[in-house]
């Protein structure tokens, strides 16, 4: 069975921390991707990468950044939290041929005070 | 960038069938319809995925008329647990760089009655 999988589904942090989201795909996809989702605002895309080191922004990528140094782990970096990141985040992996099939999951759900 | 639009909620029996239009006006030539099904507290899950006329899989159906401005995900039969937000999304299905186009809207709240 197919999975991504997300450091943790929990996460409280204090603002001006740095915060890292690791994201684990064992499906041996070439891209991967980074959402945060919000009440009335749906998935909105940071970040993605369609290979090692490759990255390209998303719709949101202020304030964030990423990280792919392996194929199968893709890292979501909050340099200095703000309360504002607050929200439920996604990462998600495809294989080369479809964007659009992607495989998702579970989610972190990140407060920052 | 093909935008959609959705009703952004649904109401339905138990043992009905569903079907959730999406238009997509300025869908692109090499653009696919894909459609996604997302539970509380879940990732979405990828339901299915059609270009054009009819695609049907184990869990729903996907109607694409010729002119493909608009799409129709069919859910038969619908039960308690089909009570989730559906996203139609359209968007170049291949990889590399600066070709990612695909943007998930607000999505359709579908609660199922009994």
């Known amino acids: 069975d197919v999975k991504v999988t997300q450091s943790s589904r929990y996460l409280v942090k204090r603002t001006g921390e740095k915060v890292f989201l690791e994201c684990v795909q064992d499906?041996?996809?070439?891209?991967m991707f980074w959402y945060r989702q919000d009440p009335g605002l749906g998935l909105r895309l940071i970040y993605f990468s369609y290979d090692v080191k490759m990255k390209e922004k998303g719709d949101i990528p202020e304030g964030y950044s990423v990280s792919r140094e392996k194929k199968e782990r893709f890292s979501l970096i909050l340099e200095s939290a703000s309360t504002n990141q607050t929200s439920m985040y996604l990462c998600a992996s495809s294989s080369s041929g479809s964007y659009n099939e992607q495989f998702f999951g579970p989610g972190t759900r990140l407060t920052v005070l | 960038l093909a935008k959609t639009t959705q009703p952004i909620s649904m109401d339905s029996y138990e043992g009905q069938e569903v079907n959730i239009t999406c238009s997509h006006n300025n869908i692109a030539t090499n653009d696919y319809i894909t459609w996604y099904q997302q539970f509380p507290s879940q990732g979405p899950r990828f339901i299915i995925q059609g270009y054009k006329t009819k695609v049907t899989n184990e869990v729903a159906s996907l109607f694409i008329p010729a002119d493909r401005k608009s799409s129709t995900l069919s859910l038969p039969r619908v039960s308690l647990s089909d009570t989730a937000v559906y996203y139609c999304?359209?968007?170049?299905?291949?990889?590399?760089?600066?070709?990612?186009?695909?943007?998930f809207g607000k999505g359709t709240k579908l609660s199922v009655i009994p």
């Open positions: 499906m041996d996809h070439e891209n």
């Open positions: 999304l359209v968007g170049k299905s291949y990889s590399g760089a600066g070709s990612y186009q695909l943007t």
